[in-house]
C-alpha cells in the first residue's frame, strides 16, 4: 500500500528555533485499528474516513486481507469488505508486526465460532497480557486453547454475561466488546477502559447495527444481534489526541506558537492541564487549540503521573519528559501504567539531560540546553520524544529506529518541517 514501511531509516535533526504555524491533526491510530479489525464482523462494505497513513495501519489491512477480507484505499478514506473472509488462523508474521493485531480475535470467534491467532507483537514498553481478553471470551462461553505460541478459541454461539476486568484495559474492552456484539443475549462489561477510542469503536458498532450504551463509561452495554448488516456504512474516525499532544508539546519544548485543528479539546485535556501548570499558554478553538509561550516566561517543572483515562495518558509520557528535561527545577514524573515505559531515559540522557530512575519514578533535573548527538528511537513514543528533544538541542542530532515513529505518527519529519524545523529523512548507512 505505501511500500516497505520496515526499512532501514534514520532522522537528521538540525538544531530549530521556534515553531510557528498551523497543522490539522490526523485520524487516531488507537481508534482506527480496532475499528479495522471490527469491519471483520459484517458483510457489508465499511467506508471508514479520517484513516491516517500509518505503517500500523497497513500492517493491520494486510492482516485482515490474510484472512479473506478486501481493502481498498484513496487518499484517507478506506473501503473494507469482509464478505470473503474465509481463513480464520492468522500468520504469525502479521500478528508479530503490532499488538492491535490480537483485536480480529472477537469479530472472528462471534462472527465464525472459532479464531486462531498467535501472541503479539508491538513495541517493547512492558507487560501487557491478554489474559483479561481471554477471561472475557471465556465468560462468553468460548473454549480457550494454548498451543505452540498461538491462542485458539471456540464457540457454537457467544452468550452474554457479566464481566468485571481486573483492570481497565482498552484493548479488553474493545476485543469482548466486539465479540459480545454477536452474542447472545445481554453483556454488562463492569470496570473497562473509557478512552475516546473505546467510544468511536461502539460508535461504529453501532453504525453496522449493534446495540451497545455506556461506552465511555467504565460499564458497557451490550446486547447482542443475529447479525450485523446495515447498509452504507461510513464512519469517520476521531482524531488523535496522542498526536495533537505530541504537537503541542512541540510548541512548548521550542518556545513557539502552533495552532492544531481537527482536535477536540475534550481529549487533551490533561495535556492541556499540565502544559498550563508549566508556564504555556493554551488557546482552546472551536474544532482546535492554539499553544504558545510568551517571550518573558520560562518552562518550569511540574510532576506527573500517568492514568487510565481521564488521567494523563502513558502514551503522553516520554514526550512530556523530553520538555521537562529543559524546564526550571526539578520534575518526578511516575509511570503507573506500563513497567518499562522509561526506554527514552538513557538516550535523553546522551543528549545531556539529567534524569534518575527510582522505582517507577523518573526525577528530572531541568538543563538549559540539551545537546544533539546520535541516538535511537526503542519504540514508538520514545521515539517521539527524541525527536521534541532534538528540536531543542544544541547541534546536530542523529535518529535511528524512525520505523517505530512511522507506526504512529504520519510524515513526522516533513510536518514539523512546514512549522520550521529541519529534519531529513535519511537511509541508513
Known amino acids: 500500500m505505501y511500500g516497505d514501511f520496515f526499512m532501514s531509516e534514520k532522522f537528521i535533526v538540525e538544531p530549530c ?9 490526523c485520524g487516531a491510530k488507537n481508534a482506527v485499528l480496532p475499528v479495522l479489525a471490527a469491519a471483520l464482523l459484517t458483510e457489508k462494505p ?17 492482516l485482515i486481507e490474510s484472512l479473506g ?28 508486526k503490532l499488538r492491535a493485531s490480537f ?14 491467532v498467535p501472541l503479539p507483537g508491538g513495541c517493547a514498553i512492558g507487560s501487557r497480557p491478554v ?3 481471554l477471561k472475557g471470551f471465556a465468560a462468553l462461553g468460548a473454549k480457550i486453547d494454548h498451543a505452540h505460541g498461538f491462542v485458539n478459541v471456540t464457540a457454537r454461539r457467544l452468550k452474554g454475561a457479566k464481566i468485571y476486568l481486573d483492570f481497565p484495559s482498552v484493548g479488553a474492552t474493545e476485543n469482548i466488546m466486539m465479540a459480545a456484539a454477536l452474542a447472545n443475549g445481554q453483556t454488562i462489561l463492569e470496570n473497562c477502559a473509557s478512552e475516546p477510542e473505546i467510544v468511536d ?3 461504529f458498532l453501532n453504525s453496522i447495527g449493534g446495540k451497545i450504551r455506556g461506552a465511555g ?26 498526536e495533537a499532544g505530541t504537537f503541542m508539546i512541540a510548541a512548548a519544548i521550542s518556545r513557539g506558537d502552533i495552532t492544531l485543528s481537527n482536535v477536540l479539546a475534550d481529549h487533551v485535556k490533561p495535556v492541556t ?31 506527573l503521573k500517568t492514568l487510565p483515562y481521564p488521567g494523563f495518558p502513558t502514551d503522553m509520557q516520554a514526550q512530556f519528559m523530553a520538555l521537562m528535561s529543559t524546564a526550571r527545577g526539578t520534575s518526578v514524573i511516575t509511570e503507573t501504567v506500563f513497567e518499562n515505559r522509561f526506554m527514552q531515559v538513557g538516550e535523553l540522557k546522551r543528549m545531556g539531560a539529567e534524569i534518575k530512575i527510582e522505582s517507577r519514578s523518573a526525577i528530572v533535573e531541568g538543563v538549559e540546553r540539551l545537546t544533539g548527538t546520535q541516538v535511537a528511537a526503542s519504540d514508538l513514543r520514545a521515539g517521539a520524544a527524541l525527536v521534541l528533544a532534538a528540536l531543542r538541542a544544541d547541534g546536530l542530532s542523529e535518529i535511528t529506529g524512525v520505523h517505530h515513529i512511522d507506526r504512529g505518527y504520519a510524515n513526522l519529519d516533513m510536518r514539523l518541517n512546514k512549522l520550521g524545523a529541519s529534519i531529513k529523512r535519511a537511509d541508513m548507512e
Open 217 to 242: 463509561t467504565d460499564t458497557i452495554k451490550i446486547d447482542g444481534v443475529v447479525s450485523l448488516d446495515a447498509k452504507d456504512i461510513k464512519h469517520s474516525i476521531i482524531p488523535d489526541r496522542i
Open 131 to 133: 489474559d483479561l481478553h
Open 201 to 203: 469503536l461502539a460508535n
Open 46 to 62: 465499511c467506508t471508514l474516513q479520517n484513516v491516517p497513513l500509518l505503517s500500523d495501519v497497513e500492517a493491520m489491512c494486510v
Open 17 to 25: 528555533g521556534p515553531l510557528r504555524g498551523t497543522l490539522n491533526v
Open 69 to 96: 477480507a478486501r481493502v481498498s484505499c484513496e487518499n484517507n478514506t478506506f473501503v473494507i469488505d469482509a464478505s470473503g473472509a474465509d481463513s480464520l488462523d492468522a500468520s504469525y508474521e502479521l500478528v508479530g
Open 273 to 303: 492541564a499540565k502544559l498550563k501548570e508549566v508556564n504555556v499558554l493554551v488557546e482552546e478553538h472551536e474544532n482546535g487549540v492554539r499553544v504558545f509561550c510568551d517571550d518573558s516566561s520560562e518552562i518550569i517543572a511540574a510532576d
Open 103 to 116: 483485536l480480529i480475535m472477537g469479530p472472528l470467534l462471534a462472527r465464525f465460532g472459532r479464531a486462531k
